[in-house]
């Protein structure tokens, strides 16, 4: 089967790959219809990480169900579905309290597991044209059949989850005002939930006009942090007191203002300015153990300078961590089909998997107005 296949920094290409097989009585073989590119997979391709060449990319995955084992007693062959990225067992202490992004089984010795992604087990990625998902009774979300709302589905194995946990993680509650720095897929999720949940105002942070456009159509703020303070312009339009909430959509490959320089943890420490006394910070924005590209020995080895002290000055309160997708993806899943939500505004192009170098490249580089990219193979 033809997959993309990481083969260093920089590149990937679509290859001949072992087509994958049943391999426990809870596996099923899912034919897959569409797969997105993530901006976490930019971190694997720019060699920011310890991938070796070999694997193959893509967590962020749906198609139908073509071959199952005798274990499988919820999922029949035909059935459309979606997987979240994380792989979990549905049975260890963490996925039965809900958190199913750090599974303890699926991983042995690190909480948590994906497909196609370095350091989160041996599953293979889904840029193919077929994935095997284990203990597929639970990582397997019923969509309807056919082929309506296919651009929508696909990003319940990712980002909208992701961007409404960023929500989650913050506390946003109707009649609050939100700060989401990064308007990247993400970010735009995250000020979209945000909406979604109530908020009476939302701001978005970035510096790229198309990004920011897009914040602006589904009723957000756009700032644009190239044209001053990003604090500053909030404050002034919050009477001076800053925000109720606020996400980091942005993760550890933050820039200063003003500069194309990485500075780690430069988003955090604009939020505890951003957000009011007592409010909440939501970080499901990427942070790492370790970063070999750190702009410092500290940021290295996944250590930042955040400002604390005023963090604890003001009672502000913060929770992190990946989503746990399946927390999330029935009920945002039952609001695309009654047209509650249609988070596939985000997604800029939709091409053929034989073109996913040029894509990656592309995505890479943020040309030609690419942020979100599905491949269908």
Known sequence: MKAVVYKGPFTVAVEDVE??????????????????????????????????????????????????GQGVTTLKEGDRVVMPFNVACGFCMNCVEGYTGFCITVNPGFAGGAYGYV??????????????????????????????????????????????????????????????YGAGPVGLMAAYSALLRGARKVFVVDRVPERLQ?????????????????????????EGIGTD?????????????GTDNEEPAT???????????TGALGVPGLYVPSDPGGPDEQAKQGM??????????KGLRMGTGQCNVKRYNRFLRDM??????KPSFVVSHELPLDQA???????????????????HP
């Not at 569409?34 to 920011?48: F, N, Q, V």
């Open 119 to 180: 350091a989160m087990g041996p599953w293979k990625g889904g840029q193919a044209e077929y994935i095997r998902v284990p203990y597929a009774d639970f990582n397997c979300l019923k969509l309807p059949q056919g082929n309506e709302h296919e651009t929508d589905f696909i990003l319940l194995a990712d980002i909208f989850p992701t961007g409404y946990h960023g929500c989650e993680l913050a506390q946003v509650r109707p009649g609050e005002s939100v700060a989401v």
């Open 267 to 277: 988003v955090l420490n604009s939020l505890v300015r951003t957000v009011r006394p």
């Open 357 to 375: 170098s040029s894509a990656y490249d592309k995505f890479d580089k943020r040309i030609e107005g690419f942020t979100k990219v599905v491949l």
């Open 19 to 68: 087509k994958p097989t049943i391999q426990h009585p809870n596996d099923v073989i899912v034919r897959v219809t569409s797969t997105a590119i993530c901006g976490s997979d930019l971190h694997m391709y720019e060699g920011r990480t310890a991938a070796e060449p070999g694997i193959v990319f893509g967590h962020e995955n749906m198609g139908v169900i073509e071959d199952l």
């Open 245 to 257: 909430k606020g996400v980091d959509a942005v993760g550890y490959q933050a820039t200063a203002q």
């Open 214 to 238: 897009k914040a602006e159509e589904i009723g957000a703020v756009p700032i644009n942090f190239a044209e001053g303070d990003p604090v500053e312009q909030i404050e002034e339009q919050t």
């Open 336 to 341: 695309i089909i009654d047209g509650r939500a």
């Open 304 to 313: 930042l300078l955040v400002a604390i002290g005023r963090l604890f000055e």
